[in-house]
């Protein structure tokens, strides 16, 4: 996920919608994904089932989606829990 193809990359893949971002930091769980760019923006993708993408529903998305619920803060550490 996060090229906009399903199911797991066999191998790291370049995420192309974020190609114009500079990326400071990204987590990975096992099947969804989170980064931050260096403007402070949260992005999340993959499987959203149980609603950990943040996007207010838990359809899959599969490319990163802006989280909209913190586009107004600066995002500067993502931790996992």
């Known amino acids: 996920m996060g090229t906009g193809r399903r199911g797991q990359a066999p191998y790291p893949m370049l995420v192309d919608s974020l190609s114009n971002e500079l990326i400071i930091s990204v987590s990975a769980g096992q099947y969804h994904s989170l980064a ?35 586009e107004n803060e600066v995002i500067l550490k993502i931790i996992k829990k």
């Open 36 to 70: 931050i760019s260096s403007s402070g923006k949260l992005w999340t993708w993959g499987w959203g089932v149980y609603g950990q993408l943040g996007h207010g529903a838990i359809d899959d998305c599969e490319k990163p989606k802006l989280l909209k619920t913190l």
